[in-house]
């Protein structure tokens, strides 16, 4: 099994930026990939960035390309997701993801993922 702790949450002004992290443990040779997703309250989670966990691809939902970038250090087998630009509508419950199943593309679905964190909260004041 891995496990997924996600921290770096926190409250911000529009503009700002944070950093959130993925600490995975475990089995983390099972990871192929990770990703980052996001529920804000009343709307649905929806898919935010991923990346294959030995690097090369990385994908982006259209509402943060440009501000948003994941990465990972698999010495610490920690995945990151830098957030720089903040919006309100950013304000949501973020997790991350992993999943083991090495596809020819990086899934933008939920239901594709194997393992996931607790999540972390952040919230973006106007």
């Known amino acids: 099994q891995v496990q997924l702790v996600e921290s770096g949450g926190g409250l911000v002004q529009a503009g700002g930026s944070l950093r959130l992290s993925c600490a995975a443990s475990g089995r983390t040779f099972y990871i192929y990939t990770m990703g980052w997703f996001r529920q804000a309250p009343g709307k649905e989670r929806e898919f935010v960035a991923g990346?294959?966990?030995?690097?090369?691809?990385?994908y982006y939902a259209d509402s943060v390309k440009g501000r948003f970038t994941i990465s990972r250090d698999n010495a610490k087998n920690t995945a990151y997701l830098q957030m720089n630009s903040l919006k309100p509508e950013d304000t949501a419950v973020y997790y991350c993801?992993?999943?083991?199943?090495?596809?020819?593309?990086?899934?933008?679905?939920?239901?594709?993922?194997?393992?996931w964190g607790q999540g972390t909260h952040v919230t973006v004041s106007s």
């Open positions: 993801a992993a999943d083991r199943t090495l596809g020819a593309s990086i899934s933008a679905k939920g239901d594709e993922y194997d393992y």
């Open positions: 990346m294959w966990w030995n690097g090369g691809n990385t």
